[in-house]
């Protein structure tokens, strides 16, 4: 079930949803072109299972931008910032995609406004391990359009968010960490298999 889009003029409330590599209590810092860029950071992750909630972020996405840049405009396909997680980012055949199932979102938030989290019981999150990779949230975003050089897209602005339950954790390239481990542990190896190598 999704909640409908309500908060702040321009904001769009999107749940449950899974978080995935959340730096929401502490900005993270990275170089970019050079410079250093600070920011808080997310992945949001919309299960294809909830088409509906997927069409209502495409159609807020558009409506910011349209609302800068006019209907003459396009938005181009690689500035679009909900994508498909099932899309291969390699030449293999076999890439599975980011994120399986999911399409999904890059959040981000600045140093002077830090998103508000809570827990499910609407206390505040104060310990930077409640909310870790692969947990269930409802989330709040502002689609903002913006024009950099000859580039014009749309940015997901994170206000806050608000953890549910707590999932599966996710790791890299969005696999299931518990997969993984189940992966290994089916290996039909010997103890002292190093010495094949």
């Given at each position: 079930m999704t909640t409908p889009s309500t908060g702040p003029s321009g904001t769009l409330l999107v749940?449950?949803?899974?978080?995935?590599?959340?730096?929401?209590?502490?900005p993270r810092t990275s170089i970019i072109n050079g410079k250093e860029d600070t920011?808080?950071?997310?992945?949001?992750?919309?299960?294809?299972?909830?088409?509906?909630?997927?069409?209502?972020?495409?159609?807020?996405i558009k409506t910011a931008f349209v609302g800068k840049f006019g209907d003459q405009v396009?938005?181009?396909?690689?500035?679009?910032?909900?994508k498909d997680g099932d899309a291969s980012v390699?030449?293999?055949?076999?890439?599975?995609?980011?994120?399986?199932?999911?399409?999904?979102?890059?959040?981000?938030?600045?140093?002077?406004?830090?998103?508000?989290?809570?827990?499910?019981?609407?206390?505040?999150?104060?310990d930077p391990g409640a909310m870790t990779s692969g947990d269930w949230v409802y989330m709040l975003v502002k689609p903002r359009a913006y024009a950099f050089e000859a580039t014009k897209g749309v940015a997901l602005d994170?206000?806050?968010a608000?953890?549910?339950?707590?999932?599966?954790?996710?790791?890299?390239g969005g696999v299931n960490?518990?997969?993984?481990?189940?992966?290994l542990d089916a290996l039909e190896i010997e103890a002292e298999a190093d010495e094949a190598f």
């Open positions: 749940g449950p949803v899974r978080v995935a590599y959340p730096h929401l209590m502490k920011r808080y950071e997310a992945v949001l992750l919309i299960p294809k299972e909830s088409p509906e909630l997927v069409e209502k972020v495409r159609a807020s396009k938005l181009a396909k690689d500035k679009q910032p909900l390699t030449d293999d055949d076999g890439d599975a995609g980011k994120y399986p199932g999911y399409f999904y979102a890059n959040v981000k938030g600045w140093p002077d406004n830090p998103p508000q989290l809570k827990h499910a019981d609407k206390s505040p999150i104060t994170i206000l806050g608000r953890l549910i339950k707590k999932g599966d954790a996710i790791g890299a960490k518990a997969a993984v481990a189940d992966a």
